[in-house]
């Protein structure tokens, strides 16, 4: 069965500092990973995926994410945190057998001035 | 752009009452979905729609009906809400389902409270 895991219910950087959000998956072909980013009171938006080729992912906002397949992981990173960074980020994942999308349960980052 | 746009943002409802969720897409987007989201589980499913005339459960579908009623809108009912049903729901949106690779599209949500 097809999962997702974000480790960190919180997240706390200082700004200007590097950040790393979680994120591990299974699935039981090749992974269709994504992430979204919501912020209060809005709904998700698309970050980036990786769907094949550089394991390094560039995306909006200045996040890129790093797959890693032999660890299963495909991690958030920014090399260097906006306050207004801060929000909740979803990972998710499906494979090429399988339409829906498994969302992980959501870390909260919050950047400190 | 509008984008997703759904309708109401908030309500609150009594036990029992029945009441109708819409959502309207202007991306000439074929798939459609509603989802649930809670604190601490991330999204559930409730019910997906892959083109125009067709909907399938998804994850959590009990006490929910969903009607396709063209290609930009889709909405999602609750025939007799339950305290249970309280919860924050999206809709989205992607090209098509069979595009692995395609990101949905979210909106701002329906903040429903059932007391």
């Known amino acids: 069965a097809q999962s997702v895991a974000q480790p960190e219910d919180q997240v706390n950087v200082a700004e200007g500092n590097p950040l790393t959000v979680k994120c591990t998956y299974s699935?039981?072909?090749?992974?269709?990973l994504f992430w979204y980013v919501q912020y209060p009171n809005r709904g998700l938006q698309f970050l980036l995926k990786y769907i094949t080729g550089d394991n390094l992912v560039k995306g909006s906002y200045g996040f890129e994410a790093e797959f890693n397949k032999s660890q299963t992981s495909f991690h958030l990173k920014k090399p260097s945190a906006l306050v207004s960074d801060s929000a909740l980020y979803f990972c998710a994942v499906r494979d090429g057998s399988n339409y829906q999308l498994i969302w992980g349960a959501g870390t909260k980052l919050i950047i400190k001035p | 752009n509008a984008g997703v746009t759904q309708t109401p943002k908030f309500q609150v409802l009594k036990t029992g009452q029945s009441m109708t969720l819409q959502c309207a897409q202007d991306?000439?987007?074929?798939?459609m979905y509603w989802y649930r989201q809670d604190p601490g589980m991330g999204l559930r499913l409730i019910y997906y729609?892959?083109?125009?005339?067709?909907?399938d459960k998804g994850e959590v579908p009990n006490g929910y009906n969903v009607s396709r009623l063209n290609k930009r809108e889709f909405s999602l009912r609750l025939e007799s809400a339950a305290p249970s049903q309280t919860s924050v729901y999206f809709c989205?949106?992607?090209?098509?389902?069979?595009?692995?690779?395609?990101?949905?599209?979210f909106g701002d949500g329906t903040r429903l409270s059932i007391l």
């Open positions: 729609s892959a083109s125009e005339g067709t909907t």
């Open positions: 991306m000439n987007h074929n798939s």
């Open positions: 699935v039981s072909g090749n992974p269709y």
């Open positions: 989205a949106s992607s090209e098509a389902m069979t595009g692995f690779d395609q990101p949905q599209h």
